[in-house]
């Protein structure tokens, strides 16, 4: 039977409802309005005009092209092989820890170019684009819509939406039936913010799209000089010509990060340097007993899992004067020399930690109050930590903290950091909620972040916690460990000798971070509070898809990237509202009484 067309070309049919120039290959259902021509039964077969026989499809199949029934026997044994071949890419092995990156891999896996060439020729394949949101988890979830339904995934492209700089857009080229093709396509739509099914090669998208709805769009496709349309290549890995079409793939990964505090056993071991290797111009490089106790400490801290107490150290005589010495010529300048909320914190040390000049405090007592004091703890850690993994440790409340101290030979200097500069540079602040929240969201700012990112981060971090300045009463004091874990150092920078610029993110992130020498410039902070405000503004800078909150119930990263994550902060925050404007109402009354 030969389907009635008032078009005159014979590859198209009108639609009686809205006019549209269809292809045969879709015919009786229209691919815009979806009507069918009511002068044909659907069940009925349907012929080209040389009478040859024609699959027919739903309107979102609008890639598949027709071909000759014998052509079809003929290839049936290669379709069925190629098919065969690709159902072994299962998509089982999608999960919504898996990155886009990792989706795309366990989808395409290796598929010859010969094989998907074949594949596509025979014209079973349905093509569309769907744009989604760019985060975790984003890409395997809209995957596992076809796994659920029974459709075999041949194979994906992405790129980065022409809709909103937030989103990507996902090529898949997929195998299914009627059926399982509709209802995928129902779920798919709750699942990303748009779908297009094209009609047209993936590399010449048209900009001619006709909304549907609100989330589908289907291509009018192109015309010629004549004004006739033009049918669509066989597969948009081919051209008009057959010839397989070459792109280039891209897939920006957002880099790793821990989800829960229990996560930081698989980057709080990834030492970069020292650690158990010592190089040449290390102090105690030659000292095989420094050595082989260095040792000792490296595997105590390999050996350390979330949830563990932290090992006590018998330290060595050799080991206590060393700190003594560093401790007592510390201790005699920090009262002019360190900021108000270090000295405040320094005799609680003393009492409840056992800071003294001939006691080596235990990480584990200090971890307990400073957990007490602001959440914070310690975790011990065999050397230096690349700014990524160090930073992450922050975002839970984790300070990553060396168990080994200096070389004996020279205890006013260490290439590294040891026990003294942690102990007496940044613990006492640690246990200052202002400092610790500061300290906290530096490491919040860095989840999820790019390595450009990671970098001016650090940079941040180096010239505030480490040698930051702040401007108190009395004049100008230091918060920064490096400088309060030195005395040379703290005298330098509070001398008229070292320059000191006002503390700004934008500025300090691109300044250069000296390790061996004392620092070209200092930066000032008017308060902790002033420097956090400053940076938070800083971090509205990073790029990336999603913001992230620390819940500290249960010690995890939250990602926030729908409105469902922002609803439920919201509800917490009315709950934090009530109990301000109830001890608001409190205190005025309290005060009313009193008059």
């Given at each position: 039977?030969?389907?009635?067309?008032?078009?005159?070309?014979?590859?198209?049919?009108?639609?009686?409802?809205?006019?549209?120039?269809?292809?045969?290959?879709?015919?009786?259902?229209?691919?815009?309005?979806?009507?069918?021509?009511?002068?044909?039964?659907?069940?009925?077969?349907?012929?080209?005009?040389?009478?040859?026989?024609?699959?027919?499809?739903?309107?979102?199949?609008?890639?598949?092209?027709?071909?000759?029934?014998?052509?079809?026997?003929?290839?049936?044994?290669?379709?069925?092989?190629?098919?065969?071949?690709?159902?072994?890419?299962?998509?089982?092995?999608?999960?919504?820890?898996?990155?886009?990156?990792?989706?795309?891999?366990?989808?395409?896996?290796?598929?010859?170019?010969?094989?998907?060439?074949?594949?596509?020729?025979?014209?079973?394949?349905?093509?569309?684009?769907?744009?989604?949101?760019?985060?975790?988890?984003?890409?395997?979830?809209?995957?596992?819509?076809?796994?659920?339904?029974?459709?075999?995934?041949?194979?994906?492209?992405?790129?980065?939406?022409?809709?909103?700089?937030?989103?990507?857009?996902?090529?898949?080229?997929?195998?299914?039936?009627?059926?399982?093709?509709?209802?995928?396509?129902?779920?798919?739509?709750?699942?990303?913010?748009?779908?297009?099914?094209?009609?047209?090669?993936?590399?010449?998208?048209?900009?001619?799209?006709?909304?549907?709805?609100?989330?589908?769009?289907?291509?009018?496709?192109?015309?010629?000089?004549?004004?006739?349309?033009?049918?669509?290549?066989?597969?948009?890995?081919?051209?008009?010509?057959?010839?397989?079409?070459?792109?280039?793939?891209?897939?920006?990964?957002?880099?790793?990060?821990?989800?829960?505090?229990?996560?930081?056993?698989?980057?709080?071991?990834?030492?970069?340097?020292?650690?158990?290797?010592?190089?040449?111009?290390?102090?105690?490089?030659?000292?095989?007993?420094?050595?082989?106790?260095?040792?000792?400490?490296?595997?105590?801290?390999?050996?350390?899992?979330?949830?563990?107490?932290?090992?006590?150290?018998?330290?060595?005589?050799?080991?206590?004067?060393?700190?003594?010495?560093?401790?007592?010529?510390?201790?005699?300048?920090?009262?002019?020399?360190?900021?108000?909320?270090?000295?405040?914190?320094?005799?609680?040390?003393?009492?409840?930690?056992?800071?003294?000049?001939?006691?080596?405090?235990?990480?584990?007592?200090?971890?307990?109050?400073?957990?007490?004091?602001?959440?914070?703890?310690?975790?011990?850690?065999?050397?230096?930590?690349?700014?990524?993994?160090?930073?992450?440790?922050?975002?839970?409340?984790?300070?990553?903290?060396?168990?080994?101290?200096?070389?004996?030979?020279?205890?006013?200097?260490?290439?590294?950091?040891?026990?003294?500069?942690?102990?007496?540079?940044?613990?006492?602040?640690?246990?200052?909620?202002?400092?610790?929240?500061?300290?906290?969201?530096?490491?919040?700012?860095?989840?999820?972040?790019?390595?450009?990112?990671?970098?001016?981060?650090?940079?941040?971090?180096?010239?505030?916690?480490?040698?930051?300045?702040?401007?108190?009463?009395?004049?100008?004091?230091?918060?920064?460990?490096?400088?309060?874990?030195?005395?040379?150092?703290?005298?330098?920078?509070?001398?008229?000798?070292?320059?000191?610029?006002?503390?700004?993110?934008?500025?300090?992130?691109?300044?250069?971070?000296?390790?061996?020498t004392y620092q070209d410039q200092y930066f000032v902070s008017a308060s902790f509070v002033e420097a956090k405000e400053k940076m938070r503004d800083f971090a509205l800078s990073i790029k990336r898809p999603f913001a992230v909150r620390y819940n500290p119930y249960n010690q995890s990263i939250e990602v926030v990237s729908n409105t469902q994550h922002v609803a439920q902060i919201i509800s917490?925050?009315?709950?934090?509202?009530?109990?301000?404007?109830?001890?608001?109402?409190?205190?005025?009354?309290?005060?009313?009484?009193?008059?």
């Amino acid at each position: 039977m030969l389907m009635s067309q008032t078009c005159t070309d014979s590859n198209r049919w009108s639609c009686k409802v809205c006019t549209f120039f269809n292809p045969v290959s879709i015919y009786p259902k229209c691919e815009v309005c979806e009507e069918i021509d009511p002068q044909v039964n659907e069940n009925e077969p349907i012929s080209d005009t040389n009478g040859n026989q024609l699959r027919r499809t739903t309107s979102t199949s609008v890639v598949l092209d027709h071909y000759h029934k014998d052509e079809l026997d003929a290839s049936e044994k290669l379709f069925n092989d190629i098919l065969s071949y690709c159902r072994t890419h299962r998509l089982s092995t999608l999960h919504e820890d898996m990155d886009d990156q990792e989706a795309v891999a366990a989808v395409n896996h290796d598929i010859p170019p010969e094989k998907l060439q074949s594949l596509v020729r025979q014209g079973n394949t349905t093509s569309f684009i769907f744009s989604i949101k760019n985060r975790i988890g984003g890409l395997a979830r809209a995957l596992q819509v076809f796994q659920e339904n029974g459709i075999n995934v041949v194979h994906i492209e992405s790129r980065r939406s022409r809709r909103a700089d937030s989103e990507y857009e996902i090529y898949v080229d997929l195998e299914a039936d009627r059926n399982h093709l509709h209802e995928s396509m129902q779920q798919l739509k709750r699942q990303v913010s748009c779908v297009r099914f094209d009609l047209n090669n993936i590399s010449q998208l048209s900009e001619n799209m006709e909304k549907l709805n609100d989330d589908v769009f289907i291509n009018n496709g192109s015309s010629n000089d004549n004004g006739d349309f033009e049918l669509p290549p066989p597969s948009p890995f081919l051209d008009k010509n057959g010839e397989p079409i070459k792109r280039k793939i891209e897939v920006e990964e957002t880099p790793w990060f821990p989800h829960r505090i229990e996560d930081l056993d698989q980057c709080s071991n990834k030492v970069l340097l020292y650690g158990a290797d010592l190089d040449a111009d290390h102090p105690g490089f030659t000292d095989q007993v420094y050595r082989a106790r260095r040792m000792y400490f490296h595997d105590v801290a390999i050996a350390y899992k979330h949830g563990d107490q932290i090992p006590r150290v018998d330290y060595t005589k050799e080991e206590t004067e060393t700190w003594g010495a560093v401790f007592r010529n510390l201790n005699k300048i920090y009262p002019t020399h360190a900021c108000n909320e270090y000295l405040a914190n320094w005799p609680l040390l003393r009492e409840k930690c056992g800071f003294r000049e001939d006691n080596i405090p235990q990480l584990e007592d200090i971890s307990r109050f400073l957990r007490e004091r602001t959440g914070f703890t310690l975790r011990p850690v065999a050397g230096y930590l690349s700014p990524r993994d160090f930073l992450y440790g922050l975002a839970f409340r984790v300070f990553h903290c060396t168990q080994y101290i200096r070389h004996s030979s020279n205890p006013a200097y260490t290439p590294e950091p040891d026990c003294c500069h942690e102990l007496l540079g940044h613990v006492p602040l640690l246990a200052d909620p202002n400092f610790a929240q500061f300290s906290h969201e530096i490491g919040l700012a860095a989840i999820g972040a790019s390595e450009e990112d990671i970098n001016r981060l650090a940079t941040c971090y180096f010239f505030t916690i480490e040698f930051g300045l702040c401007r108190q009463s009395d004049g100008l004091r230091a918060y920064g460990a490096g400088l309060l874990s030195s005395c040379a150092e703290l005298q330098h920078a509070l001398s008229d000798k070292a320059k000191k610029l006002t503390f700004d993110p934008d500025v300090v992130c691109k300044t250069t971070c000296l390790i061996t020498t004392y620092q070209d410039q200092y930066f000032v902070s008017a308060s902790f509070v002033e420097a956090k405000e400053k940076m938070r503004d800083f971090a509205l800078s990073i790029k990336r898809p999603f913001a992230v909150r620390y819940n500290p119930y249960n010690q995890s990263i939250e990602v926030v990237s729908n409105t469902q994550h922002v609803a439920q902060i919201i509800s917490d925050l009315k709950g934090d509202m009530c109990i301000i404007f109830d001890a608001l109402k409190k205190i005025e009354n309290s005060i009313g009484n009193d008059k």
